[in-house]
């Protein structure tokens, strides 16, 4: 049974940072797209960024881009979201997925098989 167990949230002020990690069980190799999600109330579950396994190739959603960066560590099975610049409105329950095999869409939460607890990310105005 794989994995995902994401780490690094918190409270942080508005216009910080923080950096996510997610780390699986199995090797990250095994998996053709790992991605980050988020929950806020009273919203729907949102992507906020994938990456590649082949090729690295990151996708991060349009709401968070050029804040918020994905990157990966083969040799640690670890993936991160980097988060820099956070809004209030950042605020929700952050979410590591990955997929078996290569997804259609990379931001629908249908594509992945294998989901983490959470981390809850909080950013104080």
């Known amino acids: 049974q794989v994995q995902l167990v994401e780490s690094g949230g918190g409270l942080v002020q508005a216009g910080g940072s923080q950096r996510l990690s997610c780390a699986a069980s199995?090797?990250?190799?095994?998996?053709?797209?790992i991605g980050w999600f988020r929950h806020a109330p009273v919203k729907e579950r949102e992507f906020v960024a994938a990456?590649?396994?082949?090729?690295?190739?990151?996708y991060v959603a349009t709401s968070v881009k050029g804040r918020f960066t994905i990157s990966r560590d083969t040799a640690k099975n670890t993936v991160y979201l980097q988060m820099n610049s956070l809004k209030p409105e950042d605020t929700a329950v952050y979410y590591c997925?990955?997929?078996?095999?290569?997804?259609?869409?990379?931001?629908?939460?249908?594509?992945?098989?294998?989901w983490g607890q959470g981390t809850q990310v909080t950013v104080s105005s």
């Open positions: 997925a990955a997929s078996r095999n290569l997804p259609t869409l990379v931001a629908a939460p249908r594509e992945y098989d294998y």
């Open positions: 199995a090797r990250t190799s095994s998996f053709y797209t």
């Open positions: 990456i590649s396994r082949s090729s690295g190739t990151p």
